[in-house]
Structures are given as C-alpha cells and as structure tokens.
C-alpha cells in the first residue's frame, strides 16, 4: 500500500503532467553540463551535456517579492514535476541547469524542493531567462 508521500508525488505528476496528458502543465527540458577532468589530447576539460525531459508548470513572481537583487524582474517560478516523461525520476534540478520552457530558455537561479520524508515530491525553480 502506498504511503502518504508516494501518493503526494503522483499527484504532484497528474498535476504536472503536460497538457496534453491531462495535467496543467507544459513539456520542458532540463540541460545539465558537466566539466570532467582536463583532457591532455584535446587540451580542455571533459564536457558531458545530458537533457531530461519533463513537464513544468511557471508562474510568474508576485510584484511585491520582486526586490531587484534576489529575485529580478522577469524572473519566473517553474513547479517541476518529479517525473520525467519517461517515467523516471527527475533530478533535483542545480543552479548551474538551464531549463526551456515553451521556447524560452532559462537558467535555474534557485532550487526548493518538495521533499518529504526523503521522497522528491516536485522541485520550485526560480528562472531567468
């Protein structure tokens, strides 16, 4: 029997779940690049680039928390499903990702996650594109 919070996190993907599989949110893509070790070779460093495709709901930020330094003007808050749209978790997205989102590129400024009892229930991003 599922507990509370594995509950919890399938609502949160129904909820997140792109449009057009009944959620109220829109597909995306999360990018993360990693810098390796220093290759002698080619002279740089090891670059890996992996994509996860989810679904996300941005909301814009209210007038009055916007302070010009924390959180900016056209800044965007996105609630990242836990899941990815291949059905496997969705890692807690880092402040080093960029994030599109209906054709707009982001880069992911903060990162609170719903977490509960150790179980990833979604992630709030704060954006800028």
Do not use: N
């Not at 779940?17 to 829109?26: L, Q, T």
């Not at 007038?63 to 996105?78: E, N, P, W, Y």
């Not at 059905?87 to 990702?97: A, H, R, V």
Request: hydrophobic content about 40%; proline content about 5%.
């Amino acid at each position: 029997m599922a507990d509370i919070y594995d509950r919890a996190k399938a609502q949160a993907t129904r909820m997140l779940a792109p449009r057009s599989k009944g959620g109220k949110g829109a597909e995306m893509t999360l990018t993360r690049k990693v810098t390796g070790a220093y290759d002698p070779a080619t002279g740089k460093p090891t670059v890996t680039i992996t994509h996860y495709t989810g679904s996300a709901f941005r909301d814009a930020f209210e007038l009055k928390s916007i302070d010009g330094t924390l959180i900016r003007r056209g800044d965007v808050q996105l609630l990242v499903s836990p899941v990815q749209v291949s059905g496997e978790d969705m890692p807690k997205p880092l402040e080093t990702d960029t994030v599109v989102f209906d054709g707009v590129t982001y880069t992911v400024v903060a990162v609170q996650p719903w977490d509960y009892a150790g179980v990833a229930v979604g992630f709030e991003v704060q954006a800028r594109a």
